[in-house]
């Protein structure tokens, strides 16, 4: 009786602890924490915005994209510039994001006052050039006009975005 109760006992504890050592479960700040930034700066969003491509994320993608977003665009049929909103850019996106095994954007180099821009309260304003492959097909490249500004939280979000081509 007391080798099936030492038995028993025994069993339970290496499951217990087994659990515990999990080898396919990453360590807290691993590997998965350093893909993202901390968006504290406007930086930090770039990266994010290239992260969230790169891996395909709609969810860290729409943590980047204010509640009052606007994209503007030039629409060559109308031959005139129209706009969508929020809700609009999240589905474009996340069909972009849904219909393409690898996407590679690339920002153009931006200035370290861009990089470490973190004031509170404040909009920035600026152009970036970007390159976007998505799958096979040929590059796109263009610029991207950002106004950004941190939230409550001193998280930088988009709030205007305009593509020049």
């Given at each position: 009786?007391?080798?099936?109760?030492?038995?028993?006992?025994?069993?339970?504890?290496?499951?217990?602890?087994?659990?515990?050592?999990?080898?396919?479960?990453?360590?807290?700040?691993?590997?998965?924490?350093?893909?993202?930034?901390?968006?504290?700066?406007?930086?930090?969003?770039?990266?994010?915005?290239?992260?969230?491509?790169?891996?395909?994320?709609?969810?860290?993608?729409?943590?980047?994209?204010?509640?009052?977003?606007?994209?503007?665009?030039?629409?060559?049929?109308?031959e005139r510039y129209d706009q969508w909103f929020r809700d609009t850019e999240l589905r474009a996106t996340g069909a972009i994001l849904r219909?393409?095994?690898?996407?590679?954007?690339?920002?153009?180099?931006?200035?370290?006052?861009?990089?470490?821009?973190?004031?509170?309260?404040?909009?920035?304003?600026?152009?970036?050039?970007?390159?976007?492959?998505?799958?096979?097909?040929?590059?796109?490249?263009?610029?991207?006009?950002?106004?950004?500004?941190?939230?409550?939280?001193?998280?930088?979000?988009?709030?205007?975005?305009?593509?020049?081509?």
């Amino acid at each position: 009786m007391r080798n099936a109760v030492f038995f028993i006992s025994s069993l339970v504890l290496l499951v217990g602890l087994s659990a515990c050592l999990n080898p396919f479960a990453p360590e807290e700040g691993g590997v998965a924490g350093d893909l993202w930034d901390s968006q504290l700066s406007a930086g930090g969003m770039l990266r994010n915005f290239q992260t969230a491509y790169m891996m395909r994320d709609s969810i860290r993608y729409a943590d980047l994209i204010a509640e009052e977003f606007v994209f503007q665009f030039f629409d060559a049929n109308e031959e005139r510039y129209d706009q969508w909103f929020r809700d609009t850019e999240l589905r474009a996106t996340g069909a972009i994001l849904r219909s393409f095994d690898q996407l590679d954007l690339r920002w153009g180099p931006f200035p370290a006052s861009i990089d470490t821009f973190s004031q509170p309260d404040t909009t920035i304003e600026f152009t970036i050039n970007f390159t976007l492959t998505a799958g096979d097909f040929s590059p796109i490249a263009g610029f991207a006009r950002f106004q950004l500004r941190a939230g409550n939280d001193s998280r930088f979000r988009i709030v205007q975005w305009r593509d020049d081509y």
